[in-house]
Structure formats: C-alpha cells, structure tokens
C-alpha cells in the first residue's frame, strides 16, 4: 500500500530563511507527487505537482519541490519565506495507473516569524 | 462552476446522535474522497468513489461511518452514532482522471459534546 512520510512535524522559520520540507513515499509504481497548502481556516490548495518530465517543479509563490526517484522523495523548497507563507503543507502521492487513490503524509506546520 | 460544496460547514451534535455530512462535487469530475483531519492523525483518507462506486472503505474507522453515492451530484458521509472521538474536520475532495489535481471543499467542521 502506498503511504507518505512527512519527517518534519512543526518548523519554526523567520522571514527570508530557506525552507525545505521532507517527504518520502513508498510505492514501487509509476506515481503522481503533490505538494498542497492549508492556510488556517482554509481547505487544502495545490502548490505544485510532479507527474513526468522534469524532476525540478515549480510552483506557486515562489516554491519548488524536486523528484528524485531513487530516494523516493519529493522535497519541497523556498529560497525565501515570507510570513504568509504561515500554513500547513501536506504532500500527497497518487497512483499513475488504475484507480487513482491520494494519499497524503500528516503535514508540516510551518510559522513564519516576521 | 462554483467548486467542492460541502454542507454544514459547522456542526455541532450530542454524543450518540447521528450526523450527516453533504458534499456537491465539480460535474464531471469522477473520482471523489472522504478525508478526515485531526491534529493527530493529520488527513486520512476514509473512502473514496469512482463513478459513483465505492472502490477502498478501508480507512473507514468503524462499522458508525457509512458514505454513499447515490448519483454523480451528491454524496454523503453519515455517523450513526456519533462519539466525541468523531470531533474533526471532514473534507470531500474532487478528481477528474484525465486530471492530476484534487480539488477540495472548504470542509466539515464535526464537534461531537
């Protein structure tokens, strides 16, 4: 069965420091890769997805995520938050074939300090 | 199209009473999914449809939680009965399968007393 591991629970950030939050999925299949964001109060919004080509994604408001597929992972990054970007991020990882279940980790809280 | 509708956006019930959450999905989109959010658990998927088929219940908790699909308009989540334990926010989110993307409803906010 697929899962996703989300290793960073809360992280505490200032304005302008980078950001790399960790996901790792287990699935030996041809997958789909999805960084969503859930501001407080809000429903979950996509930031960026992977499904073929190239490995480095880019998002919106400035976030990129990079696939690298012997590690199975899919990192997301921003060179420089800001404090907006305040939310929880959840990765997610779908089947590429078949039914295509989505499956997300538990999310990282991310405060931004100003 | 005006997106995932969900309804209630907030509810509130006594412990042992049943509860039914309400989900209008995108027109068209085929594949929808039940998810529940906790601060412990973060998002779990409970169940989700394709065409209106039920295809994996098995994050569906306990014998208390059904979701039907009776019509590619509306879907529904029931607990019957609800326990405190049941407290949290319920998302339905939509699929097409020619698309990559889920797109989410604004959620369920479930406080069982």
């Known amino acids: 069965a697929q899962s996703v591991s989300q290793h960073n629970h809360h992280v505490i950030l200032s304005e302008a420091a980078s950001l790399e939050l960790g996901c790792n999925y287990s699935?030996?299949?041809?997958?789909?890769l999805f960084w969503y964001v859930q501001y407080p109060g809000q429903h979950l919004q996509l930031l960026l997805k992977?499904?073929?080509?190239?490995?480095l994604v880019k998002g919106i408001k400035g976030f990129e995520a990079e696939f690298i597929k012997s590690k199975f992972s899919f990192n997301l990054r921003k060179p420089s938050v800001q404090w907006s970007d305040t939310a929880e991020y959840f990765c997610?990882?779908?089947?590429?074939?078949?039914?295509?279940?989505?499956?997300f980790g538990t999310g990282t809280r991310l405060l931004v300090s100003p | 199209d005006a997106g995932v509708i969900q309804s209630p956006r907030h509810e509130v019930t006594e412990m042992g009473q049943e509860v039914t959450l309400r989900c209008k999905p995108i027109?068209?989109?085929?594949?929808l999914f039940w998810y529940r959010q906790t601060m412990m658990r973060g998002l779990e998927l409970l169940i989700y449809?394709?065409?209106?088929?039920?295809?994996?219940d098995s994050g569906m908790p306990e014998d208390r939680f059904s979701a039907k699909m009776p019509n590619a308009s509306f879907s529904t989540l029931k607990i019957q009965p609800s326990e405190p334990r049941d407290s949290a926010v319920y998302f339905c989110?939509?699929?097409?399968?020619?698309?990559?993307?889920?797109?989410f409803g604004q959620g369920t906010r479930l406080t069982v007393v």
């Open positions: 997610a990882v779908s089947e590429n074939t078949g039914f295509q279940k989505l499956v």
């Open positions: 699935y030996g299949g041809t997958v789909n």
């Open positions: 992977y499904f073929s080509g190239d490995p």
């Open positions: 027109s068209g989109h085929d594949y």
């Open positions: 449809f394709n065409n209106n088929v039920p295809i994996d």
């Open positions: 989110a939509n699929k097409d399968s020619g698309d990559t993307e889920a797109f």
